[in-house]
């Protein structure tokens, strides 16, 4: 069965507005840093992935609500669309057509659900089923290698997938034991995850063995050596480089951490409970920090015994380099 989809007018009521109300902004640090909730989602949520869309503003995949969501600034949440899927990572083509993984169940145990799924939404259009790739088995982030060339992160089984949006052809991109979980790991923590590409390198979060990985992208856009461990320990689940070259990353806990290009880990001061099961980072072009998203918590209670779920928020990050 296909996506139901609503489509709301800009103008139409944005979801959580008197919510924001209940977490004030963090007071700026002596290092400039602060965390303004802008948009909130109600409990229990997942906000997942976020990417900047070619008209500057946000979109976020709800993966429990089963929606996509907008944020235009001054503004809370607009409902994009509605699905009868679960969304996980997404990525804009450079087309402006947004691409995103989906899982046919959610979590209501201590299992992640088999996410094989990809969707197309065009500029204007509902989002609609592209495709399954059938032997994947935990679809996570995704990016974008060239035009019509997206790469997808897979949880499980050592896999960068890569997929021709225009001829639907899928194939490995990269395949390590890097990438994957180490033998008897038992936990349902993803291992290949986050993904970016960034000075000739794809940079990829293995969350379960908490290592940052990266294998130089040749001219060809195929690897073009050995996948290397840039960083470790890091908890990281996805990450975003600033204009200055620092790369930030969430924890799926409360913390945003900074890798400098020299590979020295910092914790971001001025983060606080607005940013509890911290999940995805996105910076926009001209801004003096990044994005991020939360899940209130909401993986911490299903998978690892937690407290119940609190509301998840998007945060602006001021004075960040």
Same mark, same amino acid.
């Given at each position: ?12 009521? +944005?979801?959580?507005?008197a919510a924001q109300a209940q977490i004030p902004p963090a007071p ?12 909130q989602q109600p409990a229990p949520s997942f906000l997942e992935s ?12 709800? +993966? ?84 019509? =060339? ?5 949880? =499980? ?12 052809e899928v194939s490995r991109w990269l395949h390590d034991d890097a ?5 008897? +790991? ?14 000739? %390198? ?38 975003? +480089? ?75 990050? %001021?004075?960040?380099?």
């Amino acid at each position: 069965m296909g996506p139901r989809v609503l489509w709301q007018a800009l103008a139409c009521a +944005f979801i959580g507005a008197a919510a924001q109300a209940q977490i004030p902004p963090a007071p700026a640090t002596a290092g400039g840093v602060r965390a303004i909730v802008v948009a909130q989602q109600p409990a229990p949520s997942f906000l997942e992935s976020i990417a900047v869309g070619p008209d500057g503003a946000l979109y976020v995949t709800d +993966f429990q609500g089963r929606q996509i969501l907008r944020h235009v600034d001054g503004k809370g949440f607009d409902v994009l669309a509605r699905l009868d899927v679960h969304p996980w990572g997404m990525v804009f083509d450079s087309d402006g057509t947004l691409y995103f993984g989906a899982a046919e169940r959610g979590i209501v145990d201590r299992r992640s659900p088999p996410t094989q799924l990809v969707y197309r939404m065009a500029p204007g259009e509902a989002p609609r089923r592209l495709l399954r790739i059938d032997d994947a088995r935990a679809l996570n982030g995704m990016t974008l290698l060239a035009p019509g =060339r997206l790469l997808l992160a897979d949880g =499980r089984g050592g896999v960068i997938w890569h997929l021709d949006t225009r001829s639907l052809e899928v194939s490995r991109w990269l395949h390590d034991d890097a990438l994957d979980i180490e033998s008897g +790991f038992a936990l349902p923590t993803p291992a290949a995850n986050g993904l970016k590409i960034h000075a000739g %390198h794809l940079y990829v979060s293995n969350t379960a063995r908490g290592t940052l990985l990266r294998v130089p992208v040749g001219g060809d856009l195929a690897p073009a050596g050995a996948v290397e461990i840039f960083a470790r320990p890091v908890r990281a689940d996805d990450f975003v +480089f600033s204009p200055a070259g620092n790369l930030y990353y969430t924890t799926h806990r409360k913390e945003i951490m900074r890798i400098t290009p020299d590979r020295v880990v910092s914790e971001v001061p001025g983060i606080g409970p607005e940013l509890v099961g911290s999940t995805a980072l996105a910076w926009r072009t001209g801004d003096d920090g990044p994005f991020a998203i939360n899940d209130g918590g909401f993986i911490a209670h299903h998978w690892y015994g937690g407290p119940a779920p609190v509301a998840s928020n998007l945060v602006r990050l %001021h004075g960040l380099d």
